[in-house]
Nanobody, 124 residues
């Protein structure tokens, strides 16, 4: 199993940047895919970006404003969001699965392990 803990959320002004971090613990020696998801109020959860134990990243189309970086030794996955917009407001989740990523935008049903999520609020 995997345990995931997110940190770094908060309130920011539009145009600013934010870095979120996800720390994984548990059975981290297996092949895995780990990613970030977000859920805006009243909307479905959507994939943001993911990478795997081979450190091959994939970022969904968000105008290049989202960047993930993995530290395999520390079992962490960071998400940096630049040029924040009010529509980026929502809950952000880290999730993982025991499989390689499929080389595409991560889909929530494919991920078995989830963090508690954290709130990001962007004000205009």
């Amino acid at each position: 199993q995997l345990q995931l803990v997110e940190s770094g959320g908060g309130s920011v002004q539009a145009g600013g940047s934010l870095r979120l971090s996800c720390a994984a613990s548990g059975d981290t020696n297996r092949e895995y895919c780990i990613g970030w998801f977000r859920q805006a109020p009243g909307q479905e959860r959507q994939g943001v970006a993911c990478t795997d134990s081979d450190d091959v990243p994939y970022t969904c189309s968000f105008e290049g404003r989202f960047t993930i970086s993995q530290d395999i030794d520390k079992n962490t996955l960071d998400l940096k969001i630049d040029s924040l917009k009010p529509e980026d407001t929502g809950m952000y989740y880290c999730a993982a699965a025991f499989d390689y990523c499929l080389g595409s935008c991560p889909s929530p049903p494919d991920f078995a392990y989830w963090g508690q999520g954290l709130q990001v609020t962007v004000s205009s």
